[in-house]
């Protein structure tokens, strides 16, 4: 009797066995299958990667000045406002590394100056009356600059805004100041500090 329970568990244990060895065989012709459907489109996500989406920033709860959700301009284009009188945007990194911004806006304020500066330190400036506001999001605005370990901050300081020198909407309680059709905060492509 003892023998013949004994036959019935090794006989259990080899049918558990095969059944899992057949799942995991099945399991790894989906993949493989699911791999080669699956190749065109990773090679298109691969080739779309490079380019990235017209607002990227890894900030931080503490930026300031800035819309928390983006809106659909005038011509169909998402926008993100920019509050006077400074838009504070706050970002962490472990070690200093090389950065790019690139941005584009313009401002319903007439004859607006924006200055702009990372870690205080001035980057460019613009003037609305001189040189224009660079406001064309297919070629932005860009500057490379090197983080500090820790926090760091870029702002956009405004001359004026609504209800704040200038009142081009006065039905809307919030301080505008200028739109922004691209903001992107990236490491700088090819720089030996971040390439893998």
Known sequence: MMAGHRNKERTSRTGRRLVFGG????????????????????DLARDLGPVPPAFFLPLDARSKGAQTALETGPHGEKILWGYGPKTRLRFHTLAPMRLRLCYAF???????????????????AYDARKSGLPDDAGHPACRDFTSRAGD?????????WNHGG???AADDPRPL???????QLLPVPGDPAVSP
Do not use: G
């Open 177 to 183: 100041a200028a739109t922004f059709t691209m903001l």
């Open 23 to 42: 799942l995991v065989f099945v399991l790894v012709a989906l993949l493989v299958a699911h791999e080669r459907h699956a190749t065109p489109w990773r």
């Open 106 to 124: 313009t401002s319903p304020v007439r004859d607006q100056t924006v200055a702009v500066a990372v870690n205080e330190h001035p980057v460019a």
């Open 152 to 160: 760091n901050r870029i702002s956009f300081a405004y001359r004026a």
């Open 166 to 168: 200038d009142d081009f």
